[in-house]
């Protein structure tokens, strides 16, 4: 394995495994304040219970996720120091930002994560709260515009090989910015909320008279059915301004090898890269200059008009774009179905209509893992499809890697540590969520300590 | 001009880093080191005192990385390449530390290894930090006439030297002295405290021995820093004022001082990482890369700081008040 290689693998490996924790930071904190303004309206002890049980496993998820994310940090450094000499002073302006919006979120969720039973008042503990959503989305979308810089990179001028006249502004919001940021704050809120969504239909499905789980569910679900509508219409938005900026990007995502007037729209098929064409998929004519310009007749560049070794690998590209596309079509059918039935079930019982359905419970959690499938194969396909590239036009990722030889044993050893750290999350996140929350309102939970 | 406000900028974060994340390491060291008959309240108290602060402590060293590749992109570069290996092992101490952490306190039934983990994590993570930071200055990552690190001299040579590591083990007991002193005031339990402040007082021990062993090293090991922390102009009074903060610490320890004594211990801290940064003044690495090498632009640089002189009245009042309440005495 070459150096290049074992650190493009580590980097998306500690990125992937990182991404997952830090969608649960940002939207963990909304899910609990919505909880706790219930809990302060309502007075209903069961909304109090329901906020401190997400607060222990958000607990574990900020800790792993702050600790990741420091790795990812210094791995900007240890796998691509000529990217970040290059790079550092360029897109400093966000990640200072960052620095700062997380290190609110970290004191806040601190007070927040702590700060229930009244050792602080109950206003500023609600207030914790709702800083710490914002702070975390902040955080977010300031590390975001970062990489749509390495998309589209604007605000300075090259000199001798290094960045000269740099507009610290101009870079951070870059073309790409608005597009990629929106569509991962929706992404994060999105995928968090079906996957918790899932865990109390589980629950529910078993047990559906467990009161606290179909109030939560009444909390996840409306987060989940916003924002399964809302991500199509940024996702769209993105997909026009890859087509703008971007084209050979856009057309590895569709695998679209010729340049093309009336591009039609693929889903599936199998890009293969030594014939250079796209077999096997369902082609719907026009569709995708349609979507990328507005126009039935527009033109749509394709793979062949850079040569091979400006290409990114087209068949991954285009696979996690479809998986990314097709998860994000599913959750958005659920949406409507769940809005359909909460349309219908207005009149009952208020809740009721949720549990009403075995059907409906299993499909929500046939939903639960789709957002996060969706978070992970969309990074894959804009890093991917921004290959060869690490900052587009300017710099090539194999002159960016770092010159320190058996990258590989790196990689295996943060592989392993972080599979390590995986399963035992996934064994205590188990553990809290259905043996802490029986259901039945909060008399028969053991306290919170 | 900017590049030396920066250059300060980022010895102060390192000082708040030493004295908040730096503390919450040693109280891992005194957890592995927790005896007698009160060891479990000794590991309740340490728990309970860094559980809520931690993560907001840990943030300081991110920004310190994010102001070093911000201003000083080339010292980024040539430091995460040449120390390479003490920089990763330092992240696995880090992702250790941290989760272990928080699984001791959610997988009951694993406690005692999480704890261990966790004990271990928080004395190898300091020492990584106390070697990386002495490698920059033993003038062991030698510069080529391009401005590159000579990578032919290893991954080894440039920091698993003798000063470096002598510098780790001060960071070690640096790092000890502190959580010990802080915890005197995390409990009003007597018999608890006299174990802390027995700490406390061999940890100011192994300080004092521990910095005068480093500085004989660094003579032979490290020359040229070793010469300005003895041979230069500002030496003796800064060894004069070094002696005067670690007797002031050791005299509240045994006087019970202990509010005193958390103060004392702070400017120790202080003192002694000015004394680095003087001996290493100018430069970020030891000869070969000066701050004015390896600084950014001006613009960027003004940039930065006036973003982080504008952050500041929101994150410190913030960081404050998550001190305020969640120290002992509010919690009482």
Not at chain 1, 120 to 125: D, G, L, S
Not at chain 1, 304 to 315: F, L, Q, S
Not at chain 1, 424 to 436: D, E, N, P, W, Y
Request: a neutral charge; hydrophobic letters at 55%.
């Amino acid at each position: 394995m070459t150096d290049l290689l074992a650190a493009r693998l580590q980097m998306a490996m500690s990125l992937m495994f990182h991404i997952l924790f830090a969608v649960a930071g940002i939207a963990m904190p909304l899910l609990m304040v919505l909880a706790e303004a219930r809990w302060l309206k309502t007075r209903d002890e069961i909304y109090r219970t329901l906020a401190k049980r997400w607060c222990r496993g958000t607990a574990i998820l900020f800790a792993v996720g702050a600790v990741t994310g420091t790795v990812l940090s210094f791995e900007l450094g240890l796998l691509w120091p000529g990217f970040m000499e290059f790079a550092g002073p360029v897109i400093g302006l966000p990640f200072a930002m960052e620095g700062f919006a997380f290190f609110l979120e970290a004191i806040f969720l601190g007070i927040y994560l702590y700060g229930w039973d009244g050792k602080v008042p109950e206003r500023v503990h609600f207030v914790a709260g709702i800083l710490v959503c914002i702070c975390g989305t902040l955080s977010g979308i300031f590390v975001v515009t970062a990489n749509a810089w390495m998309n589209t990179p604007a605000g300075f001028d090259i000199e001798q090989g290094m960045a000269v006249n740099i507009d610290p502004w101009a870079a951070m919001w870059n073309p790409a910015s608005l597009a990629q940021t929106s569509h991962m704050t929706i992404a994060a809120f999105q995928s968090v909320a079906f996957a918790v969504a899932a865990i109390h239909a589980a629950v529910l499905l078993r047990n559906p008279g467990a009161t606290a789980h179909r109030k939560a569910l009444a909390i996840a679900l409306p987060v989940a059915v916003v924002t399964a509508l809302i991500q199509p219409l940024s996702g769209d938005f993105s997909a026009k301004v890859v087509a703008e900026s971007q084209p050979i990007k856009l057309a590895a995502l569709e695998g679209q090898w010729e340049t093309e007037r009336g591009a039609p729209l693929r889903i599936g098929g199998w890009p293969d890269e030594e014939a250079e064409e796209t077999r096997y998929a369902i082609e719907i004519p026009y569709l995708l200059s349609i979507l990328a310009f507005n126009d039935p007749q527009a033109e749509v560049a394709g793979l062949k008009t850079v040569p091979p070794e400006d290409r990114p690998p087209v068949a991954i590209t285009h696979f996690s774009f479809q998986i990314m596309v097709g998860c994000g079509m599913v959750m958005m059918l659920t949406a409507l179905i769940t809005l359909f039935l909460w349309w219908r079930g207005a009149k009952g019982p208020p809740q009721e209509w949720m549990t009403r359905h075995p059907w409906f419970l299993k499909l929500l959690i046939a939903n639960g893992p789709l957002g996060l499938i969706a978070v992970e194969a969309g990074w894959i396909a804009t890093e991917v499809g921004r290959q060869p590239w690490v900052i587009q036009g300017v710099m090539r990722t194999k002159d960016a890697v770092t010159q320190v030889p058996n990258i590989w044993m790196s990689l295996v050893s943060f592989t392993l540590l972080y599979l390590f750290l995986g399963i035992i999350v996934t064994i205590l996140l188990k553990r809290q969520v259905f043996a802490s929350l029986p259901g039945d309102g909060p008399n028969t939970d053991p306290e919170v300590d | 001009m900017w590049e030396v406000i920066l250059g300060g900028v980022l010895v102060v974060v390192l000082m708040i880093y030493t004295l908040t994340g730096g503390a919450d390491f040693g109280g891992g060291v005194w957890d592995l080191f927790a005896s007698g008959p009160r060891a479990d309240r000794q590991r309740t108290t340490i728990g309970k005192a860094i559980g809520p602060i931690w993560e907001a402590n840990h943030v300081w060293l991110i920004i310190l990385i994010v102001l070093l590749f911000v201003c000083f992109p080339k010292a980024f570069a040539i430091l995460s390449t040449a120390l390479h290996l003490p920089l990763t092992l330092c992240l696995f101490g880090i992702v250790l530390r941290g989760s272990a952490f928080v699984f001791r306190k959610y997988d009951p039934d694993n406690r005692e290894a999480w704890r261990r983990v966790f004990a271990i994590a928080s004395l190898v993570t300091p020492m990584m930090l106390g070697m990386t930071l002495a490698a920059t200055s033993g003038g062991y990552i030698r510069i080529d006439q391009q401005g590159r690190w000579m990578h032919q001299d290893g991954y080894l040579a440039t920091w698993l030297q003798p000063f470096p590591f002598m510098a780790g083990l001060l960071a070690v007991a640096l790092c000890a002295l502190l959580a010990a002193v802080y915890l005197l005031g995390e409990t009003d339990d007597a018999d608890l405290r006299e174990d802390f402040r027995r700490r406390a007082l061999t940890a100011a021990v192994a300080v004092g021995i521990l910095a005068f062993a480093t500085l004989g090293v660094a003579l032979s090991n490290a020359p040229h820093f070793g010469w300005r922390l003895s041979g230069s102009a500002w030496a003796i009074p800064f060894q004069l004022l070094a002696g005067a903060t670690a007797l002031s610490v050791f005299a509240c320890l045994w006087l019970r001082r202990y509010a005193a004594a958390k103060f004392a211990v702070g400017a120790q801290a202080v003192v002694m990482l000015s004394g680095w940064a003087l001996a290493q003044f100018p430069y970020l690495i030891v000869p070969g890369v000066s701050i004015a090498d390896a600084a950014a632009s001006e613009k960027i640089l003004a940039m930065t700081f006036w973003i982080l002189a504008g952050g500041m009245p929101l994150l410190l009042p913030s960081f404050f008040y998550l001190y305020r309440v969640f120290s002992f005495s509010a919690s009482r």
